[in-house]
């Protein structure tokens, strides 16, 4: 079972993570194709965003923008080297469409890069159910974007 904390971006294993998360997506898109947020572009009001732990170990993380009331963006969604390959993206992923669904959120959209780097976080979205849309909220027709989204239930 994961213990989830919200908005501890002073914890400094937290604080190194997005670092690490941010520098690597800004390599890995071309100039005007990078939607990675800093740290201080995940503390705004519109965002919640939550540490997985087990135990004492990071396990990784995520937010959610909100867009407006009912549609919400996946953001910075990262899992610790140590814990790659493990399906643990796919429990973090849960995580955050359960606390969507708390919040009453009825549809979640993702922006991700088109390129190989990316195709890791492709295959995760769509096997928790993701399909392609155009482009939503600010974003716009990019080749180097991909467009992804999810109604989610609320039983």
């Known amino acids: ?3 989830s904390i919200e ?5 400094s294993e937290v604080n190194e993570l997005l670092t690490k998360h941010f520098i690597e997506l800004r390599a890995a898109s071309p100039e005007g194709s990078a939607h990675v947020l800093d740290i201080p572009g995940l503390r705004v009001n519109s965002i919640k965003f939550w540490s997985l732990w087990d135990d004492k170990k990071l396990i990784g993380c995520g937010a959610l923008k909100f867009i407006n009331k009912e549609h919400g963006e996946f953001k910075s969604i990262r899992i610790h080297d140590d814990f790659r390959k493990k399906g643990l993206g796919t429990e973090v992923i849960n995580h955050l ?8 959120i009825k549809r979640l959209s993702i922006e991700t890069g088109a390129g190989n780097f990316f195709i890791p976080a492709r295959k995760l979205f769509k096997k928790a159910g993701f399909t392609p849309c155009k482009p939503f909220a600010h974003y716009k027709e990019d080749v180097n974007s991909v467009y992804l ?6 039983i």
């Open 1 to 3: 079972m994961l213990k």
């Open 7 to 11: 908005g501890n971006f002073d914890n």
């Open 97 to 104: 469409i359960n606390e969507a669904k708390k919040l009453k």
């Open 149 to 154: 989204t999810k109604l989610i239930d609320h």
